[in-house]
């Protein structure tokens, strides 16, 4: 069996699914696989050679990330035509809510394409809003470890990720008063209330009550794209304004926080206990993760998935604290493989850090467990064993 994986190297703006996209193409070769590795950002003329030799060679299916052989640049659209003329599969996994990607989604022809999701919840929105007819199936996300094993614990907390200033949502939205601008702003506010339940239960919700369906948002093009715009606008607004609500926090209780990404605001970098190293590679993140007591997350709600930051800190044996979540079908529990904090009291998030700071042994005990865990079953090289399932799935109906 042989396998084609499309990745994205670096200096791409998905440059960290190299890395996921690396150790998919390890855990296929372990498994008898034979496998080949292809750059997308490579000069136009080489990356469609290198795909019609490999098709040559013969392809049982191509894997790549957030569907972007349909990018329609650097000849990607011609890769796709190629592959489609060649009768072959196409994996796609998406590393974000399906929203972000809806209009490379509609490009695959679904009769040859299967696409993968790590959230539970994220399957049932593609198939109420955009597709019921594709295959699709859940693959979490897998961790992955740092070089340095077990380096000294330098760091007390790391946070990963850009932090912008809070913006007001309503000054955003350029539609005339009415009942659906009341809606999103309702959307808006439920979830800026109560950041455990998934952005996307609130979305259902709400639009029902206006008589807005979900075969309607499907059927309707114009809905559909207004209303996926909106969704992503509410999503991309809470994720800015709580992470920068968690870090003020752990800011103003003087707790000693490294920032890997960049800080856009101005106010926060005033506190000499913020430590701003800017945007960098996953690679080095993950050494950072590693050299670190304690990972905060701070990710939206889903109804049961995962995220490689949290998988990756834990295979790093970093403690992870994270808002209230569903991480791999329930396996990952409060207190015994992390550490959860309400995002809607803060306060709460200060005390768990300054507890788990303090007691390392209790501290211990949850990594431990953590990296039991992730390191026997949620890498990702378990992730390419499941992915051969999937695909021999796919296979099969069609």
């Not at 399957?123 to 340095?148: C, R, T, V």
Request: aromatic residues 12%; charged residues 25%; proline residues 2%.
């Amino acid at each position: 069996m042989r396998v084609l994986v499309f990745t994205a190297t670096k200096g791409f703006q998905y440059e960290v699914v190299h890395v996921f996209a690396q150790e998919i193409v390890d855990g296929f070769k372990e498994l008898g696989w034979e496998t080949e590795l292809i750059g997308v950002n490579q000069p136009k003329e080489i990356l469609i050679k290198e795909t019609i030799n490999a098709i040559h060679r013969g392809i049982d299916f191509v894997l790549h990330f957030n569907g972007y052989l349909c990018n329609n640049i650097n000849g990607t659209n011609i890769v796709y035509e190629c592959l489609k003329a060649c009768n072959i599969p196409v994996g796609v996994i998406l590393v974000d809510h399906p929203f972000y990607h809806i209009n490379r989604i509609r490009a695959f022809d679904k009769s040859k394409t299967f696409i993968c999701m790590y959230d539970e919840g994220f399957l049932y929105s593609f198939e109420k809003y955009i597709d019921n007819l594709m295959p699709i199936a859940q693959l979490m996300h897998g961790g992955s470890y740092a070089e340095n094993v077990d380096p000294e614990k330098i760091y007390d907390v790391v946070i990963a990720g850009t932090i912008n200033k809070p913006t007001d949502f309503l000054e955003q939205i350029d539609m005339e008063e009415g009942i659906l601008k009341d809606t999103l702003v309702t959307i808006y506010k439920r979830a800026k209330n109560n950041y455990t339940v998934p952005v996307y239960d609130y979305f259902e919700e709400e639009l029902k009550k206006i008589g807005v369906s979900c075969n309607m948002i499907k059927e309707d093009a114009n809905i559909n794209s207004f209303l996926t715009k909106m969704y992503l606008l509410i999503d991309k607004n809470l994720r800015q304004s709580f992470r920068y609500n968690v870090l003020k926090a752990l800011l103003e209780a003087g707790i000693d926080v490294q920032l890997y990404g960049n800080c856009n605001v101005k106010e926060l970098e005033v506190y000499d206990n913020l430590h701003i190293h800017g945007a960098i590679d996953y690679k080095e993140l993950l050494e950072e993760m590693a050299k670190s007591k304690i990972v905060v997350q701070d990710l939206p709600a889903f109804l049961n998935g995962s995220h490689e930051r949290v998988l990756s800190a834990m295979l790093n044996k970093a403690l992870v604290l994270s808002n209230i979540n569903n991480y791999c079908n329930g396996e990952i529990q409060d207190r015994d493989s992390i550490v959860y904090y309400d995002v809607n009291n803060l306060d709460d998030l200060v005390q768990q850090v300054e507890f788990y700071l303090k007691n390392d042994i209790e501290r211990q005990k949850i990594v431990n467990r953590a990296y039991e865990i992730v390191n026997g079953k949620h890498t990702w090289k378990n992730r390419a064993e499941e992915l051969i399932g999937i695909y021999e799935s796919f296979k099969n109906i069609n």
